[in-house]
């Protein structure tokens, strides 16, 4: 069974920093797109940021993270990361990890595997 552990996430003021990781058990991992999602409270789960497989040539962002989130994959390690910078209020959201086999996509339904969710609540 697949399973995937999300940590780093937490508070921090507006215009701060956090690093989530997630560490999956996938073999080989280096086969699986990841990704990040977020979900803020009345509303739709997000795709946030997602990199391919292999060497994680292709990327993803959302056009409201752009420029301030980084999605990075350590195939060593089987941990992909979501650097996020300048984080604003409207960052705030559950912030869950997921994994698919093959080709990066961004649709929710089309990833099998997922994290538990961590908590990300910026203040202003």
């Known amino acids: 069974q697949v399973q995937l552990v999300e940590s780093g996430g937490g508070l921090v003021q507006a215009g701060g920093s956090l690093r989530l990781s997630c560490a999956t058990s996938?073999?080989?991992?280096?086969?699986?797109?990841m990704a990040w999602f977020r979900q803020a409270p009345g509303k739709e789960r997000e795709a946030v940021a997602a990199?391919?497989?292999?060497?994680?040539?292709?990327?993803y962002y959302a056009d409201s993270v752009k420029g301030r989130f980084t999605i990075s994959r350590d195939n060593a390690k089987n941990t992909v990361y979501l650097q996020m910078n300048s984080l604003k209020p409207e960052d705030t959201a559950v912030y869950y990890c997921a994994s698919r086999f093959g080709v990066v996509t961004t649709g929710p339904r089309e990833y099998a595997y997922w994290g538990q969710g961590t908590q990300v609540t910026v203040s202003s």
């Open positions: 990199i391919s497989y292999n060497g994680g040539t292709k990327t």
């Open positions: 996938e073999r080989p991992f280096s086969t699986y797109a």
